[in-house]
C-alpha cells in the first residue's frame, strides 16, 4: 500500500498484541472513522470505552439531527406540501409540453384554489361530525344563500334554519381562471353558482349583458328549468360555490312548503317566457317579482 509506514508506527503496542488486543483496535478504528478521536487509545480497554463514547455520540448527534428535521418539517408543513405539489406541476406540463398559456392558467387555478396552503379538504371533513361540517358550511355560505329570494323560508316552525343548513352543505366549492368559461349559453344547465370572491360577466347572444362580484349569483333559471339562458365567463381568478339541480331538489322535498314555490316559480318562469321577447328579460322580471315577495313578506 502506497504511503504506508507500517504498523508499529501506527501502534506501538502491535508487536505484543494478542488476538483479543488486535479485535479491539481494529473495531476501534473502524468506529473512529465516524468522527474524529484525539485520545490516542493503546490499550485494549481505552480502545473498547472510547469506541463506546464514539457511538453514543454518533446517536445523539443523530437524534439532534433528527430533531431539528423534525422541527423544520413543523414549520408551515402545508405551505411545503404546496411548494412540492407545484414542483410536481411543473413538471407534468414539462412532460405534457403544454402550451405556455395553458400552463400559466393551470398554475392559476392551483394558487386560486389552494392560496399557498395545501389541504385536502374534502379528507378534513369527512373526518368532523355532522354537526362541525354543518357550522363550518354556514360560515362559509350563508351570507350568500340569504341574497336569494327564492330561497328565504320563514315558516316560523323551527325548520327555517334547518332549511338553510341543509342547503349550505350541498353548496361545493368551484374555482375558475381569468376568461374560463363557467357555463355556456344553450347548453342544458343543472347547477346554479354563487360568487364567494372574483368576478364574471354575463354573455347573451355574443354580447355582455352584466358583471357579477362577490355576493352575486346566476344560474337559477337552470335549477328550476334545466336550461342555460346565458354565458358566464371569469374575468379575474374567481371562487364559487355551486349548488346542482340534485341536491337542491333533495333538499327541497324535505319541506312541503318550499316544492310547492319553487314548482310556482318555475310555472311563472315559462308563462313570463312565452310572453317576454328575451329570455334575459323574463329572468329580471322574475327576480325582481321574488324581491317584492320577500320584501311584503318581511313587512307582514
Same mark, same amino acid.
Not at 323551527?158 to 357555463?183: E, P, Q, W
Given at each position: 500500500?502506497? *504511503? ?23 473495531? &476501534?478504528?473502524? @468506529? *473512529? ?5 484525539? #485520545?490516542?487509545? %493503546? ?17 445523539? $448527534? ?21 411548494? %412540492? ?7 407534468? @406540463? ?7 398559456? =395553458?400552463?400559466?392558467?393551470? &398554475?392559476?387555478? $392551483?394558487?386560486?384554489? $389552494?392560496?399557498?396552503?395545501? #389541504? ?13 361540517? =354543518? ?5 362559509? =355560505?350563508?351570507? !350568500?344563500?340569504?341574497? +336569494?329570494?327564492?330561497?328565504?323560508? %320563514?315558516?316560523?316552525? /323551527? ?26 349559453? /344553450? ?10 370572491? *372574483?368576478?364574471?360577466? +354575463? ?11 362577490? *355576493?352575486?349569483? &346566476? ?5 328550476? =328549468?334545466? @336550461? ?11 371562487? !364559487? ?31 313570463? !317566457? ?21 320584501? %311584503?313578506?318581511? @313587512?307582514?
Amino acid at each position: 500500500m502506497t *504511503g504506508f509506514i507500517g504498523w508499529s508506527n501506527a501502534w506501538s503496542g502491535v508487536e505484543n498484541a494478542g488476538v483479543v488486543e488486535l479485535y479491539s483496535y481494529s473495531f &476501534f478504528k473502524a @468506529v *473512529g472513522n465516524m468522527f474524529p478521536c484525539a #485520545f490516542p487509545a %493503546q490499550t485494549a480497554v481505552e480502545q473498547l470505552v472510547a469506541s463506546f463514547y464514539i457511538i453514543v455520540s454518533a446517536v445523539l $448527534y443523530a437524534a439532534f439531527l433528527g430533531a431539528i428535521s423534525s422541527s423544520t418539517m413543523s414549520i408551515n408543513p402545508s405551505g411545503k406540501l404546496f411548494a %412540492q405539489k407545484m414542483d410536481e406541476l411543473s413538471d407534468y @406540463v414539462k412532460w405534457k409540453n403544454l402550451k405556455p398559456e =395553458t400552463t400559466k392558467k393551470i &398554475f392559476s387555478y $392551483y394558487e386560486t384554489k $389552494y392560496r399557498g396552503k395545501f #389541504f385536502e379538504e374534502e379528507g378534513l371533513l369527512l373526518e368532523l361530525n355532522d354537526s362541525l361540517r =354543518t357550522e363550518i358550511s354556514m360560515q362559509n =355560505t350563508q351570507a !350568500l344563500l340569504e341574497r +336569494v329570494p327564492f330561497l328565504h323560508r %320563514q315558516m316560523n316552525d /323551527g325548520r327555517d334554519g334547518i332549511f338553510l343548513a341543509r342547503l349550505s352543505t350541498m353548496l361545493h366549492a368551484n374555482y375558475f381562471v381569468k376568461n374560463d368559461f363557467i357555463v355556456k349559453q /344553450g347548453d342544458y344547465g343543472f347547477d346554479m353558482y354563487f360568487i364567494l370572491s *372574483g368576478m364574471v360577466n +354575463v354573455i347573451v347572444d355574443g354580447k355582455k349583458v352584466a358583471s357579477l362580484h362577490d *355576493g352575486a349569483y &346566476f344560474g337559477e333559471v337552470a335549477l328550476l =328549468t334545466k @336550461v342555460r339562458t346565458s354565458s358566464v365567463q371569469a374575468t379575474a381568478a374567481s371562487v !364559487l360555490y355551486r349548488l346542482t339541480f340534485n341536491d337542491f331538489h333533495s333538499v327541497i322535498n324535505e319541506f312541503d312548503d318550499m316544492k310547492i314555490r319553487i314548482k310556482a316559480l318555475t310555472k311563472e318562469y315559462e308563462e313570463r !317566457l312565452k310572453t317576454t321577447s328575451t329570455t334575459e328579460e323574463a329572468v329580471s322580471k322574475l327576480r325582481k317579482k321574488t324581491i317584492d315577495r320577500k320584501s %311584503q313578506t318581511a @313587512v307582514a
